[in-house]
Structures are given as structure tokens and as C-alpha cells.
């Protein structure tokens, strides 16, 4: 059973300050690699999709990296603004499509 | 392009009442998924259509949850009869195939009192 786990649970930081989110599954034959935002009470905004071919990818301000043979990805927002605050989860498949979920990590940028 | 519509957004019941969720996929996408998430908990799958063929409902927590995908478009998430730990949020998820990102509507927050 995949277990994926994320840390910290939250984090606050000032603004301007870049962001560290840990993501570690225990099961490294996945698939995909997917990072999410939620807002409060919204739904889920895909990020990221790393595939398990990939060791990172990028899109403006982020960057996720991709170890898999260490079971683990961290996405790096730099430069944070109060906008960034939101939930941030994490979440892989392996061959059988289902995504397994880690907790977030709730982030506050403070202005 | 729309994105994965839900409806209806929010929905109270009481305990032993029916209802029926509805999703409405990317137009396109032959995969369709139904998570949840129940208060404090992760994100958890209940399950996975392929066009309207069931491919995989390991996760669906009993018998009292019927979800069906009639011709391969929307689908409905029906909870006969309702009870207390049902309560959460469901989403539903659509992409076109194992490589590509699930996309993820807006969730329907079921509360069961």
C-alpha cells in the first residue's frame, strides 16, 4: 500500500522568502508524480505532473524535483507572495491510475 | 475549454435520505475518477471509469455507493441510504490517459446529519 507522506504539515513565511515543500511516498514504482494547490473551500489546481522518467520540471515561479529511487519530491516556489498561501498536496500513481494522496502542507505568506 | 464541472456544490441530507452526485468530465477524457476526502483525513480513491466501463471501484467503502458513467460522459455518484461518516468532500477527477495529469473539479461538500 502506497503511503505518501508530506512535511511540514505548515508553514509560514515572509514574503519574498522562497517556499520548501517535502513530498516522500513509499512505494517508488510510480508512475506519475502530480503536485496540487487547494484554496480554502475550492478545489484542486493541478501544478506540476513529473512523470517517473523526469527528474524535475518547472513553470513560472516553481520547480519540482523528483528523486524515485529515494521515494521522494520537493517543490520549491521562489520568491513567495501572500497569493501562494494556499494548501499544497502531493499525490502518485502507479500503473493501476488512482492517485494516492500525502495530508499538504498548508502555506501562509505573510505580507 | 471547460473544466471538470460538480453539481451540486453543497448538499445536506439527513441520516438514511438519498443522493446523487453528478460530474461532469472534460469533454474528451475517457478516464473519469471519484475521490473523497472525509474530515481530517487524505484524499482517498473510491474509483475509476473508462468510458462507461467500471475499471477499477476498489476504494467504494460499501454497497450502500453506486456510481454509474451512462455513455461514457457524466457521471453520478449515488449514496443509498446516507449515513453519518459519509459526510466529506467528494471530487471527481478526468484525464485522457495514464500519463497525464488528472484534472479536478470543484468537490461537492456532502454533510449527513
Known amino acids: 500500500k502506497q503511503e505518501v507522506t508530506q512535511i511540514p504539515a505548515a508553514l509560514s513565511v515572509p514574503e519574498g522568502e522562497n517556499l520548501v515543500l517535502n513530498c516522500s511516498f513509499t512505494?517508488?514504482?510510480?508512475?506519475?508524480l502530480q503536485w496540487f494547490r487547494q484554496d480554502p473551500g475550492k478545489g484542486l489546481t493541478s501544478l506540476l505532473l513529473i512523470q517517473s522518467s523526469q527528474r524535475e520540471q518547472t513553470s513560472g515561479r516553481l520547480n519540482a524535483s523528483l528523486d524515485k529511487s529515494s521515494g521522494r519530491s520537493t517543490l520549491y516556489i521562489a520568491a513567495s507572495q501572500p497569493g501562494d498561501s494556499a494548501t499544497y498536496l502531493c499525490?502518485?500513481?502507479?500503473?493501476?491510475?488512482?492517485?494516492?494522496f500525502g495530508a499538504g502542507t498548508t502555506v501562509t505568506v505573510r505580507a | 475549454e471547460a473544466g471538470v464541472t460538480q453539481f451540486p456544490s453543497h448538499s445536506v441530507i439527513e441520516k438514511g435520505q438519498t443522493v446523487t452526485l453528478r460530474c461532469d468530465p472534460i469533454?474528451?477524457?475517457?478516464?473519469l475518477y471519484w475521490y473523497r476526502r472525509v474530515m481530517g483525513k487524505e484524499i482517498k480513491f473510491l474509483l475509476h471509469f473508462v468510458k462507461e466501463s467500471k475499471q477499477d471501484e476498489s476504494g467504494m467503502p460499501n454497497n450502500r455507493f453506486l456510481a454509474e458513467r451512462t455513455g461514457g460522459t457524466y457521471s453520478t455518484l449515488k449514496v443509498q441510504p446516507a449515513e453519518l461518516e459519509d459526510s466529506g468532500v467528494y471530487f471527481c477527477a478526468s484525464n485522457q490517459g495514464l500519463t497525464y495529469e488528472q484534472y479536478f473539479g470543484p468537490g461537492t461538500r456532502l454533510t449527513v446529519t
Open positions: 499525490a502518485v500513481n502507479k500503473s493501476d491510475y488512482k492517485l494516492s
Open positions: 469533454s474528451g477524457h475517457d478516464n
Open positions: 512505494d517508488s514504482a510510480i508512475y506519475n
